[in-house]
């Protein structure tokens, strides 16, 4: 059974910073693309970041470029964000999710963590 569990979430100041963290089970981490993406009340899942597993490439939403870095540790089954510089628009659920495949659509994601809850005060 897959299992991906975010940690890491808060309530911060802008301008602030926070690092989430998901950790996978249940799946073959090193072959899979993570993904982070992020859903505010009543709006759609929109895309954050990506970190393939082959060539390690990463690709950010043009929202949070220069400010969020995706980042993986094989060895932990582990997936970090780390959100600098934090504006109250980036309040959002955070969900990690993993796919074989690597895209920014959410529906192209198999595997979903519960999200973690961010709050950006100004």
């Known amino acids: 059974q897959v299992q991906l569990v975010e940690s890491g979430g808060g309530l911060v100041q802008a301008g602030g910073s926070l690092r989430l963290s998901c950790e996978a089970s249940?799946?073959?981490?090193?072959?899979?693309?993570m993904a982070w993406f992020r859903q505010a009340p009543g709006k759609e899942r929109d895309f954050v970041a990506y970190?393939?597993?082959?060539?390690?490439?990463?690709y950010y939403a043009d929202s949070v470029k220069g400010r969020f870095t995706i980042s993986r540790d094989n060895a932990k089954s582990t997936v970090y964000l780390q959100m600098n510089s934090l504006k109250p628009e980036d309040t959002a659920v955070y969900y990690c999710?993993?796919?074989?495949?690597?895209?920014?659509?959410?529906?192209?994601?198999?595997?979903w963590g519960q999200g973690t809850q961010v709050t950006v005060s100004s």
């Open positions: 999710a993993a796919d074989r495949t690597y895209s920014p659509r959410a529906s192209d994601y198999n595997y």
């Open positions: 249940g799946l073959a981490f090193s072959v899979y693309h």
């Open positions: 970190h393939t597993w082959n060539r390690g490439n990463t």
